[in-house]
């Protein structure tokens, strides 16, 4: 699928602000609100300790929808 300059430009802009948008996790013990952009981070970072054995389960976040 190959997009024009326009289009592209407004696929991009939505995918921006979804990735802004903030819902409410449950992370480990707390609730707490986070964007989805931080959500992919610390999701991110957590399975990197795992995989390198730092932790030794994955923990995912549970959003509240």
């Known amino acids: ?3 024009k300059e326009q289009p592209l ?6 995918y ?3 990735l802004e948008t903030r819902i409410m996790v449950r ?6 609100s986070m ?3 931080r ?7 957590q399975l990197a ?3 390198k054995g730092e932790t030794s ?3 995912p976040l549970a959003a509240s929808l």
């Open 9 to 14: 430009r407004r696929v991009i802009e939505a």
């Open 49 to 51: 300790r795992t995989i």
């Open 16 to 18: 921006e602000e979804r």
């Open 27 to 32: 992370n480990g013990p707390r609730m707490e």
């Open 35 to 37: 964007s989805y952009r």
């Open 1 to 3: 699928l190959r997009l």
């Open 39 to 45: 959500c992919i981070e610390v999701q991110t970072r």
């Open 57 to 59: 389960e994955f923990l």
